[in-house]
């Protein structure tokens, strides 16, 4: 059965940090891509980053690059994003997603095999 398990979400200040999880399981996870997405209330799902196979290469949205990074642990099938000097807009709900197609992953969200349920992340004072 497969399972991807994201953790880590909360609620944090403007210009605060979180480190979002996501485990997985049932599947190679070192054969598949990963990605992260956001969902906010009322917005499409929205592409975060990505991260190759073995973790060499990551890829960003504009929104997010130089305050996010992506990095993977195949030992411990987790993937993991370290979120940096978070704003508002960063409020959504985070979705990390397996993508066995592709070696470098995908910023379409329609081209991931495997979903989590999400964790929440609210950016507020």
């Known amino acids: 059965q497969v399972q991807l398990v994201e953790s880590g979400g909360g609620l944090v200040q403007p210009g605060g940090s979180l480190r979002l999880s996501c485990v997985v399981s049932?599947?190679?996870?070192?054969?598949?891509?990963m990605g992260w997405f956001r969902q906010a209330p009322g917005k499409e799902r929205e592409f975060v980053g990505s991260?190759?196979?073995?973790?060499?290469?990551?890829y960003y949205a504009d929104s997010v690059l130089g305050r996010f990074t992506i990095s993977r642990d195949n030992a411990l099938n987790t993937v993991y994003l370290q979120m940096n000097s978070l704003k508002t807009e960063d409020t959504a709900r985070y979705y990390c997603a397996a993508d066995r197609s592709r070696v470098y992953g995908s910023s379409r969200y329609n081209e991931y095999d495997y979903w989590g349920q999400g964790t929440q992340v609210t950016v507020s004072s």
């Open positions: 049932g599947f190679a996870f070192s054969s598949a891509a």
């Open positions: 991260i190759s196979r073995a973790g060499g290469r990551t």
